[in-house]
């Protein structure tokens, strides 16, 4: 494992109840462990949006400003969203 730093944290006791339920379980050695765990969690979740970001979002509203006739009137994309999801339906059926 990395270097270690110790922190001192106060949390909310349904949270520190969890933390306890975890190792009393045996899932953790560690209230540490479940915190870093929940960490990892965390940053896996904030690299995902910023991917998102910069390959979906971004492109797309770069996009929109190139050509923004091209952009869809709220009622034409509820239309396709819908027409997407009868589809699947029906493929499935």
Known sequence: ??????KTISL?????DYIDAKV?????????????EGLRSLQAR???????LREKVVPAALAHHAHP??????????????????????ARA
Do not use: C, H
């Open 1 to 6: 494992m990395a270097a270690v730093s110790k």
């Open 12 to 16: 909310p006791t349904s949270q520190a």
């Open 24 to 36: 009393a379980s045996g899932e953790y050695a560690s209230a540490s462990e479940v915190v870093r």
């Open 46 to 52: 904030d690299a995902a949006i910023e991917n998102w």
């Open 69 to 90: 006739d091209r952009a869809l009137s709220s009622e034409e994309a509820r239309k396709q969203i819908f027409a997407g999801i009868e589809a699947r339906k029906k």
